[in-house]
């Protein structure tokens, strides 16, 4: 074999090793901002029983669904603060 096609099946690999590789990295991104997206409902909707638990005491309640618990996922404090508001002074 001349060394012209070894080195052009060479380049080859190469280049699908690095198409796999993009491939894979555009799958991974994704994936990893769902699992966040869905590990932060879960400490939401944690947050959400635990504000109506102690609000218990003084008539404060957030329903808990999946669309309140990510609103308080994504936003945090004032996601929880704002949705108390919203659903019990407004």
Same mark, same amino acid.
């Given at each position: 074999?001349?060394? !012209?096609?070894? /080195?052009?099946?060479?380049?080859?690999?190469?280049?699908?090793?690095?198409?796999?590789?993009?491939?894979?990295?555009?799958?991974?991104?994704?994936? *990893?901002?769902?699992? *966040?997206?869905?590990?932060?409902? /879960?400490?939401?909707?944690?947050?959400?029983?635990?504000?109506? &638990?102690?609000?218990?005491? &003084?008539?404060?309640?957030?329903?808990?669904?999946?669309? !309140?618990?990510?609103?308080?996922?994504?936003?945090?404090?004032?996601?929880?603060?704002?949705?108390?508001?919203?659903n019990n002074?407004?």
């Amino acid at each position: 074999m001349e060394m !012209s096609v070894e /080195i052009g099946i060479l380049l080859a690999y190469g280049f699908g090793i690095l198409i796999l590789y993009i491939l894979g990295y555009l799958f991974l991104v994704p994936l *990893k901002f769902l699992l *966040k997206l869905i590990g932060n409902s /879960i400490v939401g909707g944690l947050f959400i029983l635990l504000i109506n &638990w102690v609000g218990s005491n &003084w008539d404060l309640h957030i329903p808990l669904n999946l669309l !309140s618990a990510l609103f308080v996922g994504v936003l945090g404090l004032p996601g929880a603060i704002l949705l108390l508001i919203l659903n019990n002074f407004i």
